[in-house]
């Protein structure tokens, strides 16, 4: 199925391509060309969660056993940008337009719910914390290359592109505070009496959960030349991911240190953005901008590393992550 999706995006993009292979208006000669630098600070509202499937004693396989989400992650982002335009060139198959992002942010708060259920579809549910997230950083980077066409309108021009992105989450649970656990339940599931059982101890949590999402896109550049001073440009890209993560789980002494177990998946995202610039300058503009994405990875492989060397596999249901940011900055052109 991975296949074929690619297969028709590739065909998509190709077709894109062809249609647009037609000679240069001189509206798209006179449109802005050569190098751009862009610099933009702003604030990114994230969420991302993740489940498993797994076999519990006495209750059999379990269809979601736990449950990771990190919700209303408050994050203060820089963004550098670039893009250069060769403008109208005799080669009209050769790419005449490139760009590229790359960005850092600071999490400064957020939450963490961790819970597990031993029925099917999130019943007979055990444990629960409610924990904090309010540390960890994130890192993107993305390039892509295409070839920009007059659209047939004075100052609209659309590219159909290709490129690639990398993405990283570093993500923490502290400040744990155990909100349910149902001692019968975990008694059950360990062939104990309920007496032995104690609740769990969470001073001292300090867990992370460290993703890495690359990959292949396609997609779509919008730029229109509304006046002399303002641009707007639009962007869609549909992403083809590769996806990992590696997690550091403190206070479970069954488990190895520092990897305790590790996902793997593949993944789909949607990338939409939009930003408007304002010429105050011959060269310099101002910019204002939204961005919004979302990705899904759908059944992986949970790896867990025990403490005793032993290496355990069970299913990954799920991950999902989405994220909306604003930012403003300047644009220097050369």
Known sequence: MRGVSRFVVNMLFAGSVVAGLVPASPVCAAAQTGLSLGLDAGYRHDSLDWNIGGFLSNFGFVDVLSELAWDDLEIYQVRARSALDLGRTERIWVPNYFRGTIGYGWITDGENRDSDWAGANRTLEFSRSNNGADDGNVFDLSIGTGRKFDLGKKGFRWAPLIGFSYHEQKLKIVDG?????????????????????????????????????????????????????????????????????????????????PKSFEHEGDGRGVVVALLGEYAFAQLWSASLGVDYSNWRVEQGIDRVFLASGEIAATRLNAVNWESFAVSAGLTRRF
């Open 177 to 257: 505070t155990q909100t349910l656990f149902d001692k019968a339940i975990v008694a059950a599931i360990n062939d104990m009496p309920e007496s032995a059982i104690e609740s769990p101890d969470l001073t001292g949590l300090n867990s992370s959960y460290d993703t890495q999402w690359w990959g292949v896109w396609y997609g779509l550049d919008l730029e229109y030349q509304a006046t002399q001073k303002l641009r707007w440009l639009g962007s869609l890209e549909y992403h083809f991911v590769d996806y990992y993560a590696a997690a550091n789980w403190n206070l479970r002494q069954d488990f190895a240190q």
